[in-house]
């Protein structure tokens, strides 16, 4: 089996897809980012469609946390035909040579580690197109609140992976809004697990960190994201107050003496 057939067996497929896809051979391939799309050549499908190596299902510990990317269309079709028959998009993320199925039935689905021959097609190309910057949050609703600050949150998906609690207590809804449509918002319903201080997705679990976690807990009881503490103001200006009132002291007695005169000396004696 060709890579490019492994991808496609691999990855999820959206429901206008036949399921015989899998069996199918790519026919067309576009990189799209930031500046535009490139069309891979079919030389280079070919080249690398004849490589050994297969496309596989990636590990949590793989996927990377919100990072630059890119958008593939691809087109499938009957071996030995040029005639596509049915198109999808799948996210592109270089860094790591991972791949996720663009599609809404794509949800809970794993990520796709391509191989060295895919990511040397996908390099190629994308020297001539500059990617999609990393997302960013726009809004966070934590249960029934919404965030004041979303941008910190875009961490809750970039920390160590995490084994399945043995009970769940408590969960809190997360919904987390976006710039633009990318990789991480495809990770369906999310929910926070404030004793374990995990993050609970389609995909699995991931440790929270502990400063982002006592962000979270705060907003979720209708606090500050960061306590209000008074020891960053409250001791300059004790300082300042204690200065202020030596000086007055200071400057009181000079006027006092001043009003009542320096003693006279007394002559001295004939």
Not at 178 to 188: E, F, K, L
Request: proline fraction near 10%.
């Amino acid at each position: 089996m060709s890579t490019w057939r492994a991808l496609v067996a691999t990855l999820p497929r959206p429901a206008t897809l036949p399921v015989a896809a899998a069996a199918k051979e790519v026919k067309s391939l576009s990189l799209c980012g930031a500046s535009g799309c490139v069309s891979v050549e079919a030389g280079a499908l070919a080249r690398y469609g004849r490589d050994e190596g297969s496309a596989r299902a990636a590990t949590p510990a793989e996927v990377p946390g919100p990072t630059r990317f890119y958008r593939l269309e691809l087109g499938v079709g009957e071996p030995g035909s040029s005639k596509v028959f049915g198109r999808f998009q799948v996210w592109y993320v270089p860094s790591a040579g991972l791949a996720y199925g663009a599609d809404a039935d794509a949800l809970g689905q794993p990520w796709t580690k391509l191989t060295r021959g895919q990511v040397a097609v996908l390099r190629e190309a994308a020297r001539s197109v500059s990617p999609f910057p990393a997302p960013e949050l726009r809004r966070v609703r934590i249960g029934r609140r919404t965030s004041v600050d979303p941008a910190p949150y875009v961490e809750l998906l970039a920390g160590p992976p995490a084994r399945m609690p043995d009970e769940i207590r408590g969960p809190v809804p997360l919904e987390l809004s976006w710039d633009r449509p990318n990789p991480w918002a495809t990770s369906g319903y999310v929910e926070y697990l404030p004793r374990e201080r995990l993050l609970s997705t389609l995909a699995g679990y991931g440790h929270v960190p502990e400063e982002l976690a006592g962000r979270l807990e705060r907003e979720a009881d209708g606090l500050a994201p960061v306590a209000e503490t008074s020891t960053s103001w409250a001791l300059p200006a004790a300082l300042a107050g204690g200065g202020l009132l030596v000086l007055g002291s200071a400057l009181a007695l000079l006027a006092r003496r001043r009003r009542q005169g320096l003693p006279r000396r007394r002559p001295a004696p004939a």
